[in-house]
């Protein structure tokens, strides 16, 4: 079986713009949620969110592209930039034939079509723009991305709410393994935070008032973030065939469906993702050094994810270190598992364990080593991390270092 590596990686979150200073904010425990800018706010009861700022899509795009671009497309394009340059593909090339994207969204063109229905709900326009539905689609960043890149390979778009772009990478992992694709661009993109999807996630009062606290005894929910990020992967061989860098490896995906409830999350499901993973990599729980939780803040999640990382891991499950990088870049859905991706392959590579921000103090129920509130130097060998969604959908992806004599960084 095909051995399936990293060698580039393109992030863009409310801890700013690249992997320099998503990597910096990790190391530091800086918190990318804060008040809205803007008037994004009015009308919300909801105060915070982690936005993207600093992003001016007409100095990045040309004009007659940016026209077809919702923002969570722009944020998609923008990652899968960066992860190319990082891996050095150059176009041109006989690599871009068969070589495809699956990205993980949501929601998709959410200010586009909050837009369309305000043109014709609130200002009672006749008709609206031309270019809404190639904005909203679903598979617009994964379309953008392939005509951006040139690929012809197997390209398209994958939607599973919370779990869509660790579902993505965990297809992408497929597709390379059975030789479909020798390089794929796999990640996730969401632009959720516009008025009237906020209103919809205030209606299932489960957003924090000010801020995100993962599994804390004082957290009161999520908090809604944007963002995307993109992984380019392809099999050992061609990595070293052209001589490129390996930020290591996507070792195994295990993907699981609770068939139970649509928004109340399941033990047995998450944990049964967890084995498929640790199964599918060749791994046992003992191999994995850290975990990357799901760790939304709400009450009900984090206590299952806690019980489910407990039936996995037996004992040690109080000890191996787990935190929530949600705590610092906000619940992005659909691209929270590659923003997270991101973020276990920088704790692997650099030698450290993110913080989980924001925690006061324990719960009993979430009998867990989260890593409270500071960063913390580790050699990790394989690491996991986690995506549960409503619908009872599961996705987890166990990633590990690459020995110097394979070609790791």
Known sequence: MRRVVVTGMGVISALGRGREAFREGLRVGRCGIGPWQGSLGEGL???????????????????????????FAQFGVWAAREACEQAGLKGGGAWQETAGVVMGTCVGGQQSTDDGYAALYREGKAAISPFTVPRVMGNAAASQISMEFGLRGPSFSVASACASSNHALGLALHLV??????????????APLVYGHLK??????????????????????????????????????????????????????????????????????????????????????????YINAHGTGTKVNDVTESRAIGRVFGERARTIPVSSTKSMHGHTLGAAGAIEAVATLLALGDGFVPPT?????????????????????????????????????????????????????
Request: charged share 25%.
């Open 45 to 71: 009861r909801m105060a915070v969110g982690a936005q993207v700022t600093g992003f001016d899509p007409a100095t990045i795009f040309q004009r007659g592209p940016l026209n077809v671009m919702d923002r």
């Open 177 to 190: 393994r059975s030789g479909l694709g020798e390089v794929m661009m796999a990640g996730g993109s969401e």
């Open 200 to 289: 919809a996630w205030e209606a299932l009062r489960v957003v924090a008032p000010e801020v995100c606290r993962p599994f804390c005894a004082e957290r009161r929910g999520m908090v809604l973030g944007e963002g995307a990020a993109v992984l380019v992967l392809e099999s050992l061989d061609h990595a070293r065939r052209r001589g490129a860098t390996v930020l290591g490896e996507l070792a195994g995906a295990g993907m699981s469906s609770d068939a139970g409830h649509i928004t109340q999350p399941s033990v047995e499901g998450a944990s049964v993702a967890m084995e498929r993973a640790l199964a599918d990599a060749g791994l046992t729980p003992d191999d994995i050094d």
């Open 357 to 409: 921000m924001g925690f006061v103090r324990a719960d009993p129920e979430c009998p867990l080593d989260v890593v409270p509130n500071r960063s913390r130097p580790a050699r990790l060998r394989a690491a996991m991390s986690n995506g549960f969604a409503f619908g009872g959908l599961n996705a987890v992806l166990v990633f590990r270092r690459l020995p110097a004599e394979d070609g790791g960084g």
